[in-house]
């Protein structure tokens, strides 16, 4: 299930007075919390989102114009831009005058410069060329190399792959797309063709996401329908054009409505934004933002844009920026884990009377397999058109099947393959009513469980995980699922029920730790489990390049302190520990799973006889694993740690003494536990240290204030309080 939550105004845009909309922004360039604005004149602007307040705002001289949008190097912190094609600015945050800043004139007009994670800014000039900025700053007048001649730009974007950037463009000759792949170091250069596949509407906006050294490009095009496009980013050093083909991923619209202006966002792998202006073949136009899952292609939410909109929107951090009116919307959503239970039958009506929910009736196919979206209260005539789907189904079936009753899919479950089950356990989701939804699929994965149980080779896994994302179980009305699921050592089914049973027993929720604690990280590398909650916090590649920047005290937390007043046991490792103890010692697979426990519900009473049941490693991993999650919670000035379904520091500090009170003595005892626990002991000491620091300040603070008299100051004043 997908959905649009609360939206709030960043800023109002500049434009023309009256009522004539702004033009729209030349580019959005998100930078953590803050996005930077380049409006298509003079002016550039910096926004905190969460503060909705401008940080600040710098604009070129009277006459000139902002051909290229602003973008931060993330190597210097410097903000980066182009005016009049070819006129190249950097200037710092604190800087308040863009006529005394560094300029720099280039012998090519700039297309486009694309800010890289950790590496300097690209930049795309119109011939083609990509160029990083330390280079071009070396050299500005130098030479540069046209690719095409005759060809237009219509979209770009940078990628890094292996510590190596670099850029995906499209360009336009004709009616002919082509696509190029180019590296600066070293340098690489590929093109592709795009393929037409008889599509006679024109492409509108492109988005692109990168997966194991492929970029997924989506392009949608003015007839409603998005394609994807497959581009490889490492390619042989051919000379012969490839031609990429395309493949129809959803179609928006019904056939004969024409997206006047549109954008496409994506959210995750199986949901996109787009937001635009429809025409439809009445003469009718809608201005609205709306949100699709791919993977089952259905709408799941919109919303109109009564006041006009430009087609613009960016997706950046869980925030959707649409441009409305005169201003600029942020729109937060939610995109739960894509399954088939929570994309049917869920989609929102929008407010307006005129526009019409839509669900899915899977069992109405067409000759050639496809299937219709219908309307609820009405069925269309044959010749009317409709809204396609694809479907896995054969194409010889036409006639429309009852839905199935409960009953039915009893019988089914209990002599039936595991693929016809899940054929058959859709169809039943899929129904638009489901009398007793609570006690149907309770019933539904008893039976599953009880024909597990009876037929060991027996394991409908996929079956099971859709009843359980339909949050209509708990562990009381199906005690045997978790056990099944222990035996068969399916995490994704255990990390989905930590999630949602409320009440799990202790004795089971320590199986599930042991099983987590002892599977391989490898092992859990090719298993389909969702690391977003934990990319804020855990670094994948373990980079050593941690070791050598700076350290910064938050929270009266740093590795320096601790070697103050240290323990009276002398450890001879006592680098190497500490060292270890900033990155994390498990992979961001099992941090997931783990997390899952953290947040779980029990009672210390029950649950401490049973952590007893750790071996000794696994208590040192835990421990391990729970030290690093204190010193991250610690970092922040929140004591919190980014993104959903992640504990809190109360929750790891609980976790982290009842694993201590439960193997006490095999903590003590064991020789690789000592460096663990002095770390441990010394960050808490610093820690306390720092909180009778600052509740000394605090003392000393009232007592100014009640030695102060109050003056009176007026309406407004600034005061500064110099401590010596």
């Not at 549109?262 to 199986?270: G, M």
Request: with cysteine; proline share 5%; aromatic share 8%.
């Amino acid at each position: 299930m997908a959905a649009f939550c609360e939206e709030f105004t960043l800023c109002t845009l500049a434009g023309p007075g009256g009522s004539a909309l702004p033009p729209g922004l030349l580019g959005l360039e998100p930078d953590r919390d803050r996005v930077l604005l380049t409006d298509r004149g003079r002016t550039v602007t910096l926004y905190e989102v969460s503060d909705q307040k401008p940080l600040g705002c710098w604009s070129v001289k009277q006459g000139q114009s902002i051909t290229c949008p602003a973008v931060c190097n993330s190597e210097t912190g410097e903000f980066v831009l182009v005016h009049d094609n070819k006129v190249l600015q950097i200037w710092k945050e604190d800087d308040t005058n863009l006529d005394k800043v560094f300029k720099a004139t280039l012998s090519a007009d700039v297309y486009r410069i694309h800010s890289v994670p950790n590496a300097e800014p690209l930049v795309l000039f119109r011939n083609g060329a990509v160029k990083s900025l330390d280079v071009l700053l070396a050299s500005p007048q130098q030479e540069i190399e046209s690719v095409f001649s005759n060809e237009v730009i219509r979209w770009s974007e940078a990628f890094v792959e292996v510590e190596k950037p670099g850029v995906v463009f499209i360009t336009e000759e004709d009616v002919n797309c082509f696509i190029y792949v180019q590296h600066c170091n070293p340098y690489m250069l590929h093109k592709f063709k795009l393929d037409q596949g008889g599509e006679s509407s024109t492409p509108l906006s492109f988005a692109a996401y990168l997966t194991n050294k492929t970029v997924t490009l989506l392009c949608l095009y003015s007839s409603g329908c998005v394609y994807k496009v497959l581009i490889p980013l490492l390619q042989s050093d051919s000379e012969e054009q490839h031609i990429l083909p395309k493949t129809l991923l959803t179609r928006l619209e019904e056939s004969g409505t024409i997206f006047k202006h549109a954008s496409i966002a994506i959210l995750d792998k199986d949901h996109i934004a787009v937001a635009g202006c429809l025409d439809s073949p009445e003469g009718n136009t809608k201005e609205w933002v709306s949100l699709w899952n791919t993977k089952f292609q259905t709408l799941q939410d919109s919303k109109q844009l009564p006041l006009g909109s430009t087609g613009q929107c960016w997706c950046y951090r869980g925030r959707l920026f649409v441009t409305h009116g005169k201003e600029l919307k942020v729109i937060l959503y939610k995109c739960e884990t894509s399954s088939l239970a929570a994309a049917l039958g869920k989609i929102k009506s929008t407010p307006t009377s005129e526009t019409k929910s839509l669900s899915v009736n899977w069992n109405m196919l067409q000759e050639d397999g496809l299937l219709c979206v219908q309307p609820d209260q009405s069925v269309p005539a044959k010749s009317e058109s409709k809204r396609l789907l694809r479907s896995r189904r054969s194409t010889g079936a036409k006639a429309q099947l009852e839905p199935l009753t409960v009953e039915q899919l009893l019988l089914i479950i209990k002599n039936s393959s595991p693929n016809v089950i899940e054929e058959k356990l859709m169809n039943f989701l899929s129904s638009a009513q489901i009398p007793d939804f609570q006690v149907s699929v309770g019933n539904i994965i008893l039976a599953l469980v009880n024909r597990c149980e009876a037929e060991p080779a027996f394991y409908p896994s996929s079956c099971l995980i859709q009843l359980t994302q339909t949050h209509g179980l708990s562990y009381s009305m199906c005690p045997g699922l978790m056990t099944i699921a222990l035996e068969k050592t399916d995490v994704c089914l255990l990390q989905l029920c930590l999630q949602q049973f409320p009440d799990i027993p202790e004795a089971v929720t320590c199986a599930c730790l042991r099983t987590f604690l002892s599977i391989s990280d490898d092992s859990l590398e090719e298993m389909n489990i969702n690391v977003d909650s934990v990319a804020g916090y855990i670094d994948t590649a373990h980079s050593r390049k941690m070791e050598n920047q700076s350290e910064v005290i938050q929270n009266g937390f740093s590795f320096e302190l601790l070697e103050e007043n240290s323990c009276d046991a002398q450890l001879t490792q006592k680098s190497h520990v500490m060292d270890r103890s900033k990155f994390c010692p498990v992979g961001p697979q099992k941090a997931v799973l783990l997390n899952a426990i953290l947040c779980s519900a029990y009672s210390e009473t029950f649950l401490l006889p049973h952590l007893k049941d750790l071996s000794a490693e696994q208590v040192i991993l835990f421990l391990q694993y729970l030290q690093f999650l204190y010193m991250k919670c610690s970092e922040q000035a929140t004591t919190s740690l980014p993104g959903i379904f992640c504990p809190t520091i109360n929750q790891i500090m609980d976790w982290m003494c009842l694993v201590l009170d439960a193997h006490f003595t095999v903590v003590v005892m064991l020789p690789e536990a000592k460096g663990l626990l002095s770390s441990l002991h010394k960050f808490v000491r610093a820690q306390v240290r720092f909180y009778s620091e600052l509740n000394k300040i605090e003392g000393s603070l009232k007592e100014l204030q009640r030695i102060n008299n109050p003056k009176d100051v007026g309406l407004y004043s600034i005061e500064v309080l110099k401590l010596v």
